[in-house]
T-cell receptor
Framework: GDSVTQMEGPVTLSEEACLTI???????????LFWYVQYPGEGLQLLLK?????DKGSNKGFEATYRKETTSFHLEKGSVQVSDSAVYFC???????????FGKGTMLLVSP | SAVISQKPSRDICQRGTSLTIQCQVD?????MFWYRQQPGQSLTLIAT?????????ESGFVIDKFPISRPNLTFSTLTVSNMSPEDSSIYLC??????????FGQGTRLTVV
């Protein structure tokens, strides 16, 4: 079955540091890939997505590129802010974008 | 976009009791989804709730333990029955609009003691 593996957290960074959260996946078909973010006390929000190989999703300074050859979708940001502190989930969908398979989530803590 | 209101946001319950979680969406949707997030684990799909038909449960989840109602296109409930400490999790409802984006409620944090 489908699965998503992402790096363990928490990831602790100082403000303005570079961020990479690794995500790899296993899927039988050609999935769409997503990053969701969950801020403290809130629900999950879509951060970015990519629907085919070599697509780059981007939003709020975050980027991720759909790499079919390495089955990866790593999340990157060049300069993190304290407000980026949250839990980040990598996910995929193979069913016409209805149900999602999630990774375990990575907590990011950014200190001033 | 969709706004999802989920109640309660958290609860502490005694083992052997049941809790019903409500999910209200501000637009009509065909399918609603219920997920569980156990401590330190990823989100796992429990079931898909379609209006006017029985919910479809994923492997490992059964209707007797997690009965679901879907009385109309904007509302659903998930009941966690005969709870045990292993049911302590965050439960989330979700909808997908126009096959473009999934929206989630803020979750219900359940602790069973």
């Amino acid at each position: 079955g489908d699965s998503v593996t992402q790096m363990e957290g928490p990831v602790t960074l100082s403000e303005e540091a570079c961020l990479t959260i690794n995500c790899t996946y296993t899927a039988t078909g050609y999935p769409s890939l997503f990053w969701y973010v969950q801020y403290p006390g809130e629900g999950l929000q879509l951060l970015l997505k990519a629907t085919k190989a070599d697509d780059k999703g981007s939003n709020k300074g975050f980027e991720a590129t759909y790499r079919k050859e390495t089955t990866s979708f790593h999340l990157e940001k060049g300069s993190v802010q304290v407000s980026d502190s949250a839990v980040y989930f990598c996910a995929l969908s193979e069913q016409g974008y209805s149900t999602l398979t999630f990774g375990k989530g990575t907590m990011l803590l950014v200190s001033p | 976009s969709a706004v999802i209101s989920q109640k309660p946001s958290r609860d502490i319950c005694q083992r052997g009791t049941s809790l019903t979680i409500q999910c209200q969406v501000d637009s009509q949707v065909t399918m609603m989804f219920w997920y569980r997030q156990q401590p330190g684990q990823s989100l796992t799909l429990i079931a898909t709730a379609n209006q006017g038909s029985e919910a479809t449960y994923e492997s490992g989840f059964v209707i007797d333990k997690f009965p679901i109602s879907r009385p109309n296109l904007t509302f659903s409930t998930l009941t966690v029955s005969n709870m045990s400490p292993e049911d302590s999790s965050i439960y989330l409802c979700s909808v997908v609009l126009a096959r473009t984006e999934a929206f989630f409620g803020q979750g219900t944090r359940l602790t069973v003691v």
